[in-house]
């Protein structure tokens, strides 16, 4: 293993954006193309434009890391044009070098990796392969930000993050892992509403939650509150039994889900509007239509945006994608795909997306703000990557500094170490997390 590699797994490097993979992987591929994804699309969230503005060089020293690692011959930003300061940024910390950026509009999702990898390079990641298969490697710009910090010998201990919505002062700051959510509320200033919901890490892509005790994570990329009574968390509360059920009797197959679906559009078998038709035909067909949702990337535009009827295709692909699963089947595409002649003027700008979600009253700038959160006790989560849970290191009573690993990896088995956000005391070890106050 690389010495970069070895850095990145002792300070528990995951993807920050997204599934949490460790990172350390990533390291262990050759590719043509390290492709930096600054493209940030879900509703309200800035907390990547804010962390480019503000911490560009290290965000470069960790994609210069990551490119010598992967023999990368292209080393290329992703950045949308209307974030300027983030782009102007980007662009001085990469002056002199042979690093490029690639303007992307303000749609919705440009941060998909089979996107970005399309916008990137022209190239079309095979149907269910990954970046890999046409020499790309993708990874977030806090990731690399964290790359560069482990290279100084920093753990991973704090996220980065923005609280929006429905808060009295919107911002972006960052958090010691294991912080609960009501830190980060009082941090942002409070709500403006007593009974409220929130959406963890976005709204298309993010979990509800009530909890206000749940904690950061490595992955958390925010919170957006939102009233009780919002459009979009009554959408999101429905149960699942009566989502099939109105679908089931309201879908009159205008296939308008697939036709605004950004997998569709790039070429990929993807037809929520078939996966649809399964809620209809349980008897028989249902395998067969359900195979249209394997290459959902689970963006939750047909859901959201697309569907006249509100209905809930994105939930019907989510379903059908367990149902294959269960079954032990794989569709794979067998056609290359092809791009649909009508992908540019079908994608979703971020503008029509907060107006279609109800969230334009919202929409604001989240600063960043050195806010240096202390919290009194955390809950690091011993699960917060892909890949096999840490095992506790230390037990209740030991004494532990911030920094100081406090799970490891079993083995050589996919995972990431886990380090306190805090000095403090072991109150709690169990099988989910580790318990620390200070
Ligand atoms: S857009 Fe809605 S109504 Fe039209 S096919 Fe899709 S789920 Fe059915
Ligand atoms: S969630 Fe809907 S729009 Fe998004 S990829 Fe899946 S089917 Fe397509």
Known sequence: MSTLAEQLKSCGVVGAGGAGFPTYVKTQTEVEYLLVNGAECEPLLHKDYELMKHCASGIVQGAKAMRSATRARYARFGVKSKNAAAVEAIQA?????????????????????????YSGTGRLIPPGGIPLAVGCVVI?????????????????????????????????????????????????????????????????????????DDVVTKTTGGLIVLPRDHYLIVRKERPQQSMRRIGKSACDQ??????????????????????????????????????????????????????????YPKEACDQAKHDLREAGTKYVQKNAPLVHPMKDSRRVPLAMLRRRLKVEDYEAETPFEDVKLTPSRVRILLKQHAGQAAVAVVRVGDRVRAGERIGDLEGNRLGAAIHSSIDGTVKAVTDAAIEIAS
């Open 93 to 117: 910390s990469i002056a002199g070098t042979d690093m490029d950026t690639v303007l992307l509009g303000d749609f919705y999702p440009s941060g998909d990796e089979f996107e970005l990898v």
């Open 140 to 212: 977030n710009v806090e990731t690399l930000y964290n790359v560069a910090r482990a290279v100084d010998g920093h753990p991973v201990t704090h996220k980065f993050l923005s609280v929006t919505g429905a808060v009295r002062k919107p911002k972006s700051f960052w958090a010691p892992v294991g912080t609960s959510f009501r830190e980060l509320l009082a941090a942002a200033g409070g709500t403006t509403t007593a009974d409220y919901g929130f959406f963890i890490s976005g709204i298309m892509m993010g979990r509800l939650s009530f909890d206000l």
């Open 254 to 311: 205008c296939s308008f889900c697939t036709e605004f679906c950004p997998r569709y559009l790039l070429g990929y078998d993807v037809q929520p509007h078939k996966v649809m038709r399964s809620l209809g035909f349980t008897a028989s067909g249902a395998a067969l239509w359900n195979q249209s949702a394997e290459l959902c990337c689970a963006c939750g535009l047909c859901t959201l945006y697309a569907c006249p009827e509100d209905l």
